[in-house]
């Protein structure tokens, strides 16, 4: 029985030391960024040690002083918004309509969903560029906006298995009670589907927040630019200011790892749950 327990525990341990390294492998870069964003600028490439020689708080001043930090944030505040607010307007109707409502075509529609999850993007930029061009929305945030409430394929993909492992049960006993299929979606489907709208909205904000390659295409006023664009900025011609550039990283990289923090929960909850089915 001892053996049997010993042999127990050596596993585990075992288990959580590779968990521990892989921890490890996935921070250290975060940690690289954070501890050479307060190091002076002659410390960063003549110092070998991860800590800094010398602290110093410069650099994060600096980021903010090297570009219109504010704006670009501003911008990429509205978009995520927006973004987050189409997403979570179609997608959750479109996953229900596939899932629980009976309609001819249902299947095909849905496959054809899918279908979209096995394009690769790199294949539409060009006609959809060519498309937004043509309607005066290259310049605007039109096209990194519009797309977000006609609803996209993984996420309408992962909410439609929510909502097919919810009982109907539920909604027939709501129908019966008088209620049409509106109010059971809003009333009875979504309050259930928290932890799955959870869930799709940190992929939003992180992909939106995040996003260097669609707004680099179609946004040509530097007044309009994100976040992610305006890193560039400290790429210059004749170097990188990496001080400022790590520190600029961090203000980066901050929210989405606030956010993910904050609704971890949710979002372990709705992963698990949408897994299991």
């Known amino acids: 029985m ?42 960063i490439f003549q110092s070998p040690q991860l800590l800094p020689r010398t602290w110093t708080v410069d650099n994060f001043g600096e980021a903010v002083r090297s570009m219109p930090y504010l704006r670009y944030v501003g911008n990429t505040l509205v978009l995520v918004v927006l973004n987050m607010l ?57 096209p990194l906006v519009i797309p977000q409430f ?13 909502f097919a492992g919810i009982p109907d049960s539920l909604r027939e006993a709501a129908r019966i009670d008088g209620a049409s299929e509106l109010r059971i979606y809003l009333q009875i489907m979504l309050p ?25 295409i ?16 400290f790429f210059g011609e004749h170097g990188v200011q990496w001080g400022p550039l790590m520190a600029a990283c961090v203000f980066f990289t901050a929210p989405a790892v606030i956010v993910f923090m904050i609704m971890q929960r949710y979002f372990v909850r709705g992963i698990a749950i949408t897994g299991m089915k």
């Open 86 to 142: 189409g997403t979570l307007l179609s997608c959750p109707l479109v996953a229900y309509a596939l899932a629980k409502l009976r309609w001819r075509g249902r299947d095909g529609v849905f496959l054809s969903v899918l279908a979209t999850m096995m394009l690769p993007p790199q294949i539409t930029f060009i006609p959809l560029y060519l498309l937004w061009n043509e309607v005066g929305a290259v310049g605007t945030f039109l």
């Open 150 to 162: 006609l609803g996209t394929g993984f996420y309408i993909f992962l909410l439609r298995q929510f």
């Open 2 to 43: 001892a053996s049997t327990s010993r042999r127990y525990l050596g596993k585990r341990a075992g288990y959580h030391a590779i968990l521990v390294l892989i921890a490890v492998g996935f921070l250290f870069p975060f940690a690289i960024m954070l501890f050479t964003a307060f190091k002076d600028p002659q410390d």
């Open 218 to 233: 179609y946004l040509n006023d530097d007044s309009k630019y994100t976040l992610s664009i305006g890193l560039y900025s």
């Open 192 to 216: 259930l589907a928290k932890p799955a709208l959870a869930t799709v909205a940190v992929f939003q904000f992180v992909a939106t927040w995040t996003d260097f390659l669609l707004p680099l």
